[in-house]
């Protein structure tokens, strides 16, 4: 999109070392698409990717270890703002 809707968009997941390597695969990917890692194991991004996401999810079968989140607000985002430059 060319112009940021204001909400954040927050990949979360804690996907189990039985799955340590769709893991590593599914945490590529999604860096791939241009999230920025925001904690260890927490991915931000201003634009909608669910498709791309529930589509990582499907295809590695972590489904219920990866939530999507849309957020109004994070706290101190300054730097998030400049990473994206919105």
């Known amino acids: 999109p060319k ?3 204001g909400k954040w968009r927050i990949v ?4 189990s070392d039985k799955k340590k390597r769709y893991r590593e695969i599914f945490r590529e ?3 791939s698409l241009g999230l920025y890692k925001f ?3 927490i991915y931000v991004y201003p634009y909608p990717c669910f498709d791309q996401v529930e589509f990582l999810r499907q ?4 489904g219920v270890e990866v939530k999507y ?7 101190d985002d300054e ?4 990473h994206f430059r919105i």
């Open 29 to 31: 990917r999604i860096k």
């Open 3 to 5: 112009k940021w809707d």
């Open 12 to 15: 979360v997941f804690d996907i």
């Open 39 to 41: 904690q260890q194991s």
């Open 59 to 62: 295809v590695f079968g972590v």
């Open 79 to 82: 730097q998030l703002r400049n």
């Open 69 to 75: 989140i849309i957020a109004e607000k994070i706290e």
